[in-house]
Nanobody, 119 residues
Framework: QVQLVESGGGLVQPGGSLRLSCAAS????????MAWYRQAPGKQRELVAA???????DYADSVQGRFTISRDNAKNTVYLQMNSLKPEDTAVYYCNAHRIRGTAENDYWGQGTQVTVSS
């Protein structure tokens, strides 16, 4: 059974930092494209950061230069370091694992962790 468990969310003041963690079980993250998405109230879920197999990463324009996605393959965990947080970063953040092998596609989601940026 595949599980992605996010942690590290919470309440932070504008300008502050948080580090989200996504601990995976049932899959090996080094074989998957890993990503963080977020969904704010009344808005669609959006891609925040992605780490493809290898060293390629990609970020939404709104978080470029402030957020960093990284992996620890030994711990089978993916992180999202969030700096210089803004109120508009408030959302539920979700971890995603995705892989395509031949005709098979695997897509897994965590339960989400709430990030609130407010003074």
């Amino acid at each position: 059974q595949v599980q992605l468990v996010e942690s590290g969310g919470g309440l932070v003041q504008p300008g502050g930092s948080l580090r989200l963690s996504c601990a995976a079980s049932g899959i090996t993250v080094s074989f998957y494209g890993m990503a963080w998405y977020r969904q704010a109230p009344g808005k669609q879920r959006e891609l925040v950061a992605a780490s493809f197999t290898g060293t390629i990463v990609d970020y939404a324009d709104s978080v470029q230069g402030r957020f960093t996605i990284s992996r620890d393959n030994a711990k089978n965990t993916v992180y999202l370091q969030m700096n210089s947080l803004k109120p508009e970063d408030t959302a539920v953040y979700y971890c995603n694992a995705h892989r395509i092998r031949g005709t098979a596609e695997n897509d897994y989601w965590g339960q989400g962790t709430q990030v609130t940026v407010s003074s």
